[in-house]
């Protein structure tokens, strides 16, 4: 089959070949995801087998790994890292800082924790408040913050873990990754390229190309994590995409909705979902037709009480 010069594929059809290529790497066939990566792009769904962005523009160019020194904010983050990590240094317990456990599907195994500055241009008050020279740094690059197309966290990584080969969701951004306590061990892939991180430098890569990290040391991997615009995005471009980022507040209606849930609580750290109607119903009449009382999902089985 001949290829189809560009990508002349909707989005529909690159999340199907994504959830595919997805669902047979988690499986452990690797060899499967990359005849079916190589299919899609013979049929022209993407320019590169490895970048598999959903959200796709097809007229920048595939390149997974930039030279940092092409952005003027590379050199103002390694002269801010001596603050940020004096900030860092205080932090003894990640979780009481505010650090939240990542236990989506991208984490194969281990420990991951993270917290969020800002998410397609929201500010997050709380976390400005528990790290305000980090955030005072951040805002300095509106790019990243206020006019950013994607999020801002510090990510913190602890020995033994593994993040899944995955690709994020949108080619029109590059990712930062300053390096702020980096010991032997962590390295991350990108396309084909493995990379390491070193304290107070900084790494930027296309995201939308598949990324892997492992961390085979024996102490956290901390670094501060910004995405922006893709350098080479048209202005018009970059601007239509800003403008339609959506509202912190409709993500949160989309994501309750989905999933049947109508109220969510913290009562005393505790965190307690309220099902919408639909959800309660089903849930109740199941409870009824098995004759218990409660059901719970744990460790990948169902256990009734």
């Not at 598999?52 to 590379?74: A, C, E, K, N």
């Not at 998410?119 to 740094?137: I, K, L, M, Q, Y």
């Not at 304290?199 to 085979?216: A, I, P, Q, T």
Request: with cysteine; aromatic share 8%; proline share 7%.
């Amino acid at each position: 089959m001949r290829p189809v010069t560009g990508a002349r594929r909707g989005n529909a059809t690159r999340q199907l070949y994504s959830d595919l290529i997805a669902a047979l790497l988690a499986e452990g066939d690797e060899p499967a995801a990359r005849a079916c990566a190589e299919l899609a792009v013979a049929q022209g769904v993407w320019r590169h087998p490895a970048q598999r962005p959903v959200h796709y523009v097809p007229s920048l160019p595939p390149i997974p790994v930039y030279d940092p020194g092409q952005f003027w904010f590379t050199a103002y983050l390694r002269e801010s890292y001596p603050r940020i990590r004096a900030e860092l240094d205080t932090v003894t317990d990640p979780a009481a800082r505010g650090f939240l456990p990542v236990e989506e599907p991208l984490l194969g195994k281990g420990r991951w924790e993270q917290v969020t500055f800002y998410e397609a241009g929201h500010r997050f008050a709380d976390a400005c408040d528990r790290f305000p020279v980090t955030a005072s740094v951040i805002e300095g690059i509106p790019e990243a913050s206020s006019g950013g197309p994607g999020v801002v966290t510090l990510s913190w990584l602890h020995p033994g873990a593994h993040i899944r080969p995955h690709c994020g969701g949108s080619n029109a951004r590059q990712r930062v990754h300053l390096g702020l306590v980096v010991p032997e061990g962590p390295r991350i892939r990108v396309g084909d390229r493995v990379l390491r991180w070193r304290e107070g430098d900084c790494l930027v890569f296309d995201d939308s190309f598949e990324h892997e990290v492992w961390h085979e040391g024996t102490e956290p991997r901390v670094v501060l994590l910004l995405d922006v615009s893709h350098a080479d995005l048209d202005e018009s471009v970059r601007d239509w995409i800003l403008s339609a980022r959506t509202a912190f507040d409709d993500r949160i209606k989309a994501y309750m909705g989905e999933r049947g849930i109508e109220r969510a609580e913290l009562v005393e750290g505790v965190l307690r979902l309220t099902a919408d109607s639909g959800a309660a119903s089903l849930v109740t009449r199941h409870l009824r037709e098995v004759d218990a009382s409660a059901v719970e999902l744990k460790d990948g089985k169902v256990r009734y009480e």
